[in-house]
């Protein structure tokens, strides 16, 4: 990967590009209002758990598919898998999240990049986070592979930054536990890579029983 395309990739994955992921959980808040996760090493076994089983996974395996859609332009295909993306997700919280964060994702790279609003508006629904993701990495041609450990990688600061404030978590624990989590990113990746479509699905149930609680959860730090 040249110098370029790192940066673009730095770019879309930093912490402070303005698509709102710091205002979700992703139900971690319940869990820890439960006890389910307390400490690093829950936190650490929730997170392998969904990098290896869970819905992440198949968000990354749908942005890849909306890179190459985009690649080779095919916008019927491209509609195909965002519309997929919405429906493959369990809650309204979830829904919600994934269109809250590609409109914001969308209105900025229409900004910056006008010639992307041909892939954005061929898509009769609201753009899903991992289709908007993966139409500009496509376009900044950031190797498909290192984009989807790009996501991955984005996914977990973003919820070990919100578990530093719930559980709470020391800034220096927050960034051990996301060195330890390097090599399940890599593994996940990998897989990613390699699923076919029959292949797109998970048994992360855990995630929607979690975010179906924050839905209705009587005190929340975070959006619902």
């Known amino acids: 990967m040249n110098n370029l395309s790192l940066l673009h990739l730095l770019q879309i994955t930093n912490t402070a590009l303005p698509v709102g992921a710091y205002s979700y ?40 598919r909306g890179y190459r859609a985009t690649e080779s332009g095919d916008l019927e295909t491209l509609e195909y898998w965002n519309n997929w993306a919405i429906a493959a997700r369990e809650t309204a919280e979830l829904r919600e999240q994934s269109w809250q964060m590609g409109h914001a994702l969308r209105r900025l790279w229409e900004n910056l990049e006008p010639q992307l609003s ?57 960034q051990q536990l996301l060195s330890k989590l390097h090599n399940p990113i890599i593994e996940s990746s990998r897989e990613v890579f390699t699923l076919t479509d029959d292949d797109l699905s998970s048994c992360g149930w855990g995630l929607a029983l979690a975010s179906m609680t924050h839905e209705i959860q009587y005190s929340r730090l975070f959006r619902s």
């Open 25 to 64: 959980s992703e139900g971690l808040e319940s869990l820890v209002e439960t006890k389910v996760i307390h400490d690093q090493t829950t936190l650490k076994h929730w997170l392998e758990q969904e990098l290896g089983y869970g819905a992440i996974r198949i968000e990354a395996a749908i942005m890849l």
């Open 118 to 174: 041909r892939e954005f508006s061929s898509l009769s629904q609201r753009t899903s986070f991992a289709i908007a993701f993966g139409i500009i990495a496509a376009h900044w041609k950031i190797d498909p592979s290192t984009a989807i450990l790009g996501y991955l990688h984005s996914w977990a600061t973003n919820l070990i930054s919100a578990s530093i404030r719930l559980i709470p978590l020391g800034q220096t624990t927050g």
